[in-house]
């Protein structure tokens, strides 16, 4: 199983951004998949989850109506729109993916991991 977070860069305060995590060898369909990010100096953060069949999306209050996850299962890519870009949301961004479909808002709760994309928001 692989995984990869693509889409980070530097923006404004007030930008957007969209990250994408792109799944190999694992059927999207089976499991939840879960953002997470970890800014320096601090520990791991859940960001947010959506689940196998894609009816349940759950975000952290930090995030929640800012950012909006979602899935595509036949191009096997789940995608974070992140709007509304503060300069605490600075971090490296994780796709993790579980092998159940309920979301689990806890990093032990996730079997696979990719490598992290890089967010930095920025004046």
């Known amino acids: 199983v692989q995984l990869q977070a693509s889409g980070g860069g530097l923006v404004q305060p007030g930008g957007s951004l969209r990250l994408s995590c792109a799944a190999s060898?694992?059927?999207?369909?089976?499991?939840?998949i879960g953002w997470f990010r970890q800014a320096p100096g601090k520990e791991r953060e859940w960001v947010s989850c959506i689940s196998g069949d894609g009816r349940s999306t759950v975000y952290a209050s930090s995030v929640r109506d800012r950012f909006t996850i979602s899935r595509d299962n036949a191009k096997r890519t789940v995608a974070l729109q992140m709007n509304s870009l503060k300069n605490e949301d600075t971090a490296v961004y994780y796709c993790?993916?579980?092998?159940?479909?309920?979301?689990?808002?806890?990093?032990?709760?996730?079997?696979?991991w990719g490598r992290g994309t890089e967010v930095t928001v920025s004046s």
């Open positions: 993790a993916a579980r092998r159940y479909i309920s979301c689990s808002g806890q990093s032990d709760g996730y079997h696979y």
């Open positions: 060898g694992f059927t999207l369909a089976n499991g939840a």
